[in-house]
């Protein structure tokens, strides 16, 4: 079977993308296993979805934990993470809250977010992490009526720690690479009453090069999050909006703040490197492919049963 090009505009996708597969012929003449047909993606769309959001949470709570003047954060995002000037942050204590508004708040990543984001990283051991890049920072994130593009989400819980070892140099180039633990469980509400999904995970983000000095300047500055680059590992579950079940295994998932492939929407970095393993129940396993983390753009390949289609995200 020829490849199949296929493309969606769903712009709140910016870790994953949502996948839509165009129809395609049968594989074979005669077919006895209804599932040999298999090219559903209402699935593979939610838990794209829930990527993209969860993503954008940890994104947008990373940076403004770094930089206690918030002000690259809330302005331009020239530090690496869209934050428009209509969002406003403000911090008590070790509480820091993002408004964006009851009208409307349009971010360089193309997105328009409404409702409120809650970062509170208080329970961080010792007392002294402060920041996102201190070993033992645990910061909990929660909602209050927020709305990204007309999808309502609701945290039920989303915890982030750095589990860097204790011990790491305060130098600029220490040896190790910092490292966290995600943990999610949010429910969303699709636009248009079309339904609810669950998505649960369990993560862990490395920052590989902590050892570039343009990146990580050591224990006593902000990390510079657009010359980051991220690898995610670990499985995620939940129920989209028919009631199935699905799971997903994601295998060295890269994610480069260096890589922007559209100069009008500076700040979505979409995945460029790494596997997506994704089962919903009782259909085939879908293996979406990023490439090998060298090409910036929105390109990859979803094989199902056999048959390669390719993906514009």
């Given at each position: 079977?020829?490849?199949?090009?296929?493309?969606?505009?769903?712009?709140?996708?910016?870790?994953?993308?949502?996948?839509?597969?165009?129809?395609?012929?049968?594989?074979?003449?005669?077919?006895?296993?209804?599932?040999d047909?298999?090219?559903?993606?209402?699935?593979?769309t939610?838990?794209?979805?829930?990527?993209?959001?969860?993503?954008?949470?940890?994104?947008?709570?990373?940076?403004?934990?770094?930089n206690?003047a918030?002000t690259?954060f809330k302005?331009?995002?020239?530090?690496?993470?869209?934050?428009?000037?209509?969002?406003?942050?403000?911090?008590?204590g070790?509480?820091?809250?993002?408004?964006?508004?009851?009208?409307?708040?349009?971010?360089?990543?193309?997105?328009?977010r409404?409702?409120?984001?809650?970062?509170?990283?208080?329970?961080?051991?010792?007392?002294?992490?402060?920041?996102?890049?201190?070993?033992?920072?645990?910061?909990?994130?929660?909602?209050?009526?927020?709305?990204?593009?007309?999808?309502?989400?609701?945290?039920?819980?989303?915890?982030?720690?750095?589990?860097t070892?204790?011990?790491?140099?305060s130098?600029?180039?220490?040896?190790?690479?910092l490292?966290?633990?995600?943990?999610?469980?949010i429910?969303?509400?699709?636009?248009?009453?079309?339904?609810?999904?669950?998505w649960?995970?369990?993560?862990?983000?490395?920052?590989?090069?902590?050892?570039?000095?343009?990146?990580?300047?050591?224990?006593?500055?902000a990390i510079?999050?657009?010359?980051?680059?991220?690898?995610?590992?670990?499985?995620?579950s939940?129920?989209?909006?028919?009631?199935?079940?699905?799971?997903?295994?994601?295998?060295n998932?890269?994610?480069?703040?260096?890589?922007?492939?559209?100069?009008?929407?500076?700040?979505?970095?979409?995945f460029?490197?790494?596997t997506?393993?994704?089962?919903?129940?009782?259909?085939?396993?879908?293996?979406?492919?990023?490439?090998?983390?060298?090409?910036?753009?929105?390109?990859?390949?979803?094989?199902?049963?056999?048959v390669?289609?390719?993906?514009?995200?």
């Amino acid at each position: 079977m020829k490849l199949q090009k296929i493309s969606s505009r769903l712009a709140m996708i910016m870790a994953v993308g949502a996948l839509t597969l165009g129809s395609c012929s049968k594989k074979k003449e005669t077919i006895t296993d209804p599932v040999d047909t298999d090219t559903e993606q209402s699935t593979a769309t939610d838990n794209s979805i829930s990527e993209g959001i969860v993503n954008d949470l940890e994104a947008m709570g990373s940076e403004a934990s770094e930089n206690s003047a918030l002000t690259t954060f809330k302005s331009s995002g020239s530090d690496g993470v869209s934050m428009a000037p209509c969002a406003t942050v403000s911090i008590v204590g070790k509480v820091i809250t993002v408004d964006f508004g009851t009208t409307g708040c349009l971010g360089t990543d193309g997105k328009t977010r409404t409702g409120k984001l809650i970062y509170n990283y208080s329970a961080s051991t010792p007392t002294t992490a402060l920041f996102y890049r201190n070993p033992g920072f645990s910061m909990n994130v929660t909602s209050q009526n927020y709305v990204v593009d007309g999808y309502t989400v609701n945290i039920n819980n989303k915890t982030i720690t750095n589990t860097t070892p204790a011990n790491i140099p305060s130098t600029v180039n220490p040896g190790t690479n910092l490292t966290w633990s995600i943990s999610a469980n949010i429910s969303i509400i699709k636009p248009n009453s079309g339904g609810t999904i669950s998505w649960t995970c369990n993560r862990t983000k490395e920052l590989t090069n902590t050892n570039d000095s343009t990146c990580y300047r050591g224990q006593n500055k902000a990390i510079i999050w657009s010359r980051a680059i991220v690898k995610l590992n670990g499985s995620a579950s939940g129920t989209n909006v028919k009631g199935e079940t699905y799971s997903s295994v994601a295998t060295n998932l890269i994610r480069s703040f260096q890589c922007a492939p559209d100069a009008l929407r500076p700040h979505r970095h979409p995945f460029i490197g790494g596997t997506i393993n994704y089962t919903p129940a009782n259909r085939h396993a879908r293996l979406i492919d990023y490439g090998n983390g060298t090409d910036c753009d929105f390109n990859a390949t979803i094989t199902i049963n056999g048959v390669t289609y390719n993906v514009v995200l």
